[in-house]
């Protein structure tokens, strides 16, 4: 599977979709009060099969809800249904059932196999309309889905599932592996030595997000003056989304070109944001694993994660000894057996490094090369 992302041009006629968005957040909370009504009867889960029938019997009534597609009617009862699965699975680990959302803040509809149709160039026919997006990019593909999304700003994008099977094999150019290790003040410490800081962007845009929400909070609510200073922070917050993303493409591409294997610890984000909040959350370190993943796979190179729990930090690389207790203030400590000095963060890069190739099945590694250099 692959996304393809395209801006819809900005026209009046936009607003029918952005009133199928609405129409589809409605039918989205009156699905939830349902499950919620059903539950409180009978003490049973709701079939995703019998919601889909008794909506499709209200949306002939409701004149409002006709506006959204009966197959983007349908995905909303099947992510429900999804949602209400993981919450059945996973509820002891602290997930929650999915609620209510307010209907000006959701997000988008989904038309699977009809609904829409492609018109050539840069037109497509959703409903009875015809619109207009920028081709930044030829749709090969067979297409499986077609998403309309509305961002806080009131733009409209068209997110499209194609199904992509060049799926490359692994494929070793440069021979190296490198382990790297996350931290707060130093956003990657590689193996080789090399450290890479992180721009921080939210906290190079704090002052202008607090006067952003400063000059929101004063606006009388429901005012053109308060929906204008929404839109300002939105502006801001998606500034700081975009310029981030952009140098997590450009920091991936940058080490797929340098490494073959790229091995990375597996972190609890949840924790860590429970300790240091904002900070963690400026990193993002989530998204970059995402986008990280996702080059590697086209270029052919492997990205490897070692157990969250192997001491990293308290191993000396040098002997192998493990500490049994390391301070988190500790950035340097001596190993008692080898007498070697290691920094925090670069001894943990490299066992990450050394437990990560040993995971590697370097069955054809051996034919592309006689030796990988470490």
Not at 103 to 114: C, D, E, M
Not at 130 to 154: D, F
Not at 219 to 237: D, F, I, M, P, Y
Not at 275 to 285: I, Q
Request: glycine fraction near 6%.
């Amino acid at each position: 599977m692959k996304t393809l992302k395209f801006k819809l041009y900005s026209h009046k006629r936009n607003r029918y979709l952005k009133r199928s968005i609405n129409a589809a957040g409605v039918i989205y909370n009156h699905c939830i009060a349902l499950h919620k009504r059903y539950y409180r009867r009978w003490g049973k889960h709701l079939n995703c099969a019998k919601l889909q029938a008794h909506i499709a019997k209200l949306r002939k009534r409701k004149e409002f809800w006709q506006s959204v597609g009966s197959q983007a009617v349908q995905d909303i009862c099947q992510r429900i249904e999804k949602a209400y699965q993981l919450f059945f699975k996973h509820n002891k680990n602290g997930c929650c059932p999915p609620n209510f959302k307010k209907v000006k803040k959701y997000k988008s509809f989904t038309l699977k196999q009809a609904g829409y149709k492609f018109l050539g160039g840069n037109r497509v026919k959703i409903g009875s309309r015809v619109y207009q997006y920028w081709n930044s990019r030829e749709i090969e593909a067979k297409i499986k889905t077609l998403t309309i999304k509305r961002t806080p700003l009131g733009e409209l994008f068209m997110v499209i599932v194609v199904d992509s099977s060049d799926e490359p094999e692994i494929k070793f150019t440069t021979g190296k592996i490198a382990g790297f290790d996350f931290g707060l003040k130093t956003f990657l410490t590689c193996s080789d030595g090399t450290n890479i800081e992180s721009p921080q962007f939210f906290k190079q845009s704090l002052n202008a997000i607090k006067k952003a929400c400063s000059n929101h909070s004063r606006k009388l609510k429901g005012s053109s003056n308060r929906e204008r200073a929404r839109k300002n922070l939105a502006r801001n917050h998606e500034d700081i989304a975009n310029r981030r993303t952009d140098w997590f493409w450009k920091l991936a591409h940058e080490l797929t070109n340098k490494f073959d294997v790229l091995c990375f610890e597996t972190l609890n984000l949840k924790g860590m944001k429970l300790l240091w909040g904002r900070k963690v959350s400026d990193l993002a370190l989530r998204d970059f694993l995402d986008i990280l993943e996702w080059v590697a796979k086209k270029k052919g190179k492997q990205v490897v994660y070692i157990d969250q729990w192997y001491p990293s930090s308290k191993t000396c690389s040098s002997c192998g000894h493990i500490l049994e207790s390391l301070d988190l203030s500790v950035r340097e400590w001596r190993c008692p057996s080898c007498q070697s000095v290691n920094g925090r963060d670069d001894n943990a890069a490299r066992n990450i490094q050394a437990v990560g190739a040993s995971t590697v099945e370097l069955g054809d590694v051996s034919r592309a090369m006689p030796a990988i250099a470490v």
